[in-house]
């Protein structure tokens, strides 16, 4: 990476740190806390709860810089992402309320006009009740989303299967299972994989793709929580690309302790594999952004299928649905997908629309299909409300 490219990401990164921290100060603080009729010492509390969610992250990963290790860390980190999760859905709802007393404000003072009776001043300790009673509607609402949302969390994944035509149905009968997003950390511990690698082998694939995302961490931090993945034996293999968090966590050591996992990592590369007399390609790329960190990584779908059979049926693997369209022009039958967790929570799978054209689900483009999977596990807060965690069965007919 150039001392450029580095200096913009840190940019990018500072600029996202100020507008987070000034929103969350703002609406959680200032907008919320400091209006809710509470004894002083309560209030602290709540604001340090606040300060808390905000500045853990960072903390933890000086004490892991420090060598600190162990169940103190792990309850450090689920009380931090709870709160960052929980302030989060309460933020929105302040912003929302703010928006709508604006608008209710504005409707009322151009309705008043030219009547005189609706000049008289409105009365504060109406409208401070008012405010009193809304404040505590979004504590109470804030809470109830959160403990939903925690309960999803901890739900195992559901199985989604989803049939796929091919021509002449050469592929008929084959079953591809996708696991994504993972995020193995302080908080997605061994006994989820460990799950998770039961949940997969009673499906009995053929062919295992883990498409990105699978850690938050180094290696020798995690090493421990990814090992059950070794217990995947599927006929045709098991096979990996990057997602971004493989690159914030060590992409190279990762990369090795994968195939030492028993995974073919597929780096802008394909493979021709054999169904039964029918040729398949699976191909993998590299994740969407990975050429701004390791620009050898640069994501390439032409390069994946280059010199792979015109004829046979192509799957390509990548991490961010955004390389749709250039599957497209590879003449990719079916990309898998997932990065979005389909925004995991509410308010938040309303709002990813906004920013991603394909969220969750099956697409399907001039004859080319797209499936983003919704993540297998969660990442940051431990929240899934409105977007379930899945392990996704690909069958062929």
Same mark, same amino acid.
């Given at each position: =990476?150039?001392?450029?490219?580095?200096? &913009?990401?840190?940019?990018?990164?500072? !600029?996202?740190?100020?507008?987070?921290?000034?929103?969350?100060?703002?609406?959680?603080?200032?907008?919320?806390?400091?209006?809710?009729?509470?004894? %002083?010492?309560?209030?602290?509390?709540?604001?340090?709860?606040?300060?808390?969610?905000?500045?853990?992250?960072?903390?933890?990963?000086?004490?892991?810089?420090?060598?600190?290790?162990?169940?103190?860390?792990?309850?450090?980190?689920?009380?931090?992402? %709870? *709160?960052?999760?929980?302030?989060?859905?309460?933020?929105?709802?302040? #912003?929302?309320?703010?928006?709508?007393?604006?608008?209710?404000?504005?409707?009322?003072?151009?309705?008043?006009?030219?009547?005189?009776? =609706?000049?008289?001043?409105?009365?504060?300790?109406?409208?401070?009740?008012?405010?009193?009673?809304?404040?505590?509607?979004?504590?109470?609402?804030?809470?109830?989303?959160?403990?939903?949302?925690?309960?999803?969390?901890?739900?195992?994944?559901? @199985?989604?299967?989803?049939?796929?035509?091919?021509?002449?149905?050469? %592929?008929?009968?084959?079953?591809?299972?996708?696991?994504?997003?993972?995020?193995?950390?302080?908080?997605? &511990?061994?006994?989820?994989?460990?799950? #998770?690698?039961?949940?997969?082998?009673?499906?009995?694939?053929?062919?295992?793709?883990?498409?990105?995302?699978? @850690?938050?961490?180094?290696?020798?931090?995690?090493?421990?929580?990814?090992?059950? !993945?070794?217990?995947?034996? $599927?006929?045709?293999?098991?096979?990996?690309?990057?997602?971004?968090?493989?690159?914030?966590?060590? @992409?190279?050591?990762?990369?090795?302790?994968?195939?030492?996992?028993?995974?073919?990592?597929?780096?802008?590369?394909?493979?021709?594999?054999?169904?039964?007399?029918?040729?398949?390609?699976?191909?993998?790329?590299?994740?969407?952004?990975?050429?701004?960190?390791?620009?050898?990584?640069?994501?390439?779908?032409?390069?994946?299928? $280059?010199?792979?059979?015109?004829?046979?049926?192509? #799957?390509?693997?990548?991490?961010?649905? !955004?390389?749709?369209?250039?599957?497209?022009?590879?003449?990719?039958? *079916?990309?898998?997908?997932?990065?979005?967790?389909?925004?995991?929570?509410?308010?938040?799978?309303?709002?990813?629309?906004?920013?991603?054209?394909?969220?969750?689900?099956?697409?399907?483009?001039?004859?080319?299909?797209?499936?983003?999977?919704?993540?297998?596990?969660?990442?940051?807060?431990?929240?899934?409300?409105?977007?379930?965690?899945?392990?996704?069965?690909?069958?062929?007919?």
């Amino acid at each position: =990476m150039t001392s450029h490219q580095k200096i &913009r990401i840190m940019s990018l990164f500072i !600029l996202f740190l100020f507008v987070s921290i000034t929103v969350f100060l703002w609406f959680g603080g200032v907008r919320f806390i400091n209006q809710l009729a509470l004894p %002083l010492p309560l209030r602290i509390v709540l604001w340090a709860s606040l300060l808390f969610a905000l500045f853990f992250s960072p903390l933890l990963f000086y004490l892991q810089t420090l060598g600190q290790k162990g169940p103190l860390l792990d309850a450090m980190a689920w009380a931090g992402y %709870l *709160l960052m999760g929980l302030y989060s859905i309460l933020i929105c709802g302040v #912003i929302g309320r703010d928006l709508l007393l604006g608008f209710a404000a504005l409707l009322s003072k151009g309705t008043s006009k030219g009547h005189a009776a =609706m000049d008289l001043p409105v009365n504060p300790s109406r409208r401070g009740l008012l405010i009193h009673g809304i404040n505590w509607g979004l504590a109470g609402a804030t809470g109830l989303l959160t403990g939903f949302a925690l309960k999803g969390a901890l739900t195992p994944p559901q @199985v989604i299967t989803l049939t796929h035509p091919t021509p002449h149905g050469g %592929l008929r009968g084959l079953r591809i299972v996708q696991i994504s997003d993972i995020h193995v950390s302080h908080t997605i &511990r061994r006994g989820m994989v460990e799950r #998770i690698v039961t949940m997969v082998s009673s499906l009995a694939p053929d062919i295992v793709v883990l498409t990105g995302d699978l @850690v938050d961490g180094s290696v020798s931090m995690l090493r421990h929580g990814v090992a059950p !993945l070794a217990g995947l034996h $599927a006929p045709m293999g098991n096979y990996f690309i990057t997602g971004n968090h493989e690159y914030y966590s060590g @992409v190279y050591p990762w990369l090795e302790e994968i195939k030492r996992l028993g995974f073919t990592v597929l780096l802008n590369s394909h493979q021709t594999l054999d169904y039964k007399g029918t040729p398949l390609v699976l191909a993998g790329v590299t994740d969407f952004h990975a050429g701004r960190i390791v620009p050898e990584h640069a994501s390439s779908p032409k390069q994946a299928l $280059a010199g792979a059979p015109e004829d046979a049926y192509r #799957i390509l693997l990548a991490h961010q649905p !955004l390389s749709f369209p250039e599957a497209k022009a590879e003449n990719c039958h *079916l990309t898998l997908s997932g990065h979005t967790h389909g925004g995991q929570y509410f308010p938040f799978t309303w709002m990813i629309h906004l920013v991603q054209p394909w969220v969750a689900g099956l697409y399907e483009e001039e004859g080319h299909r797209l499936y983003v999977n919704r993540g297998t596990a969660f990442w940051g807060p431990p929240l899934r409300l409105g977007s379930p965690s899945e392990i996704t069965l690909h069958l062929f007919s």
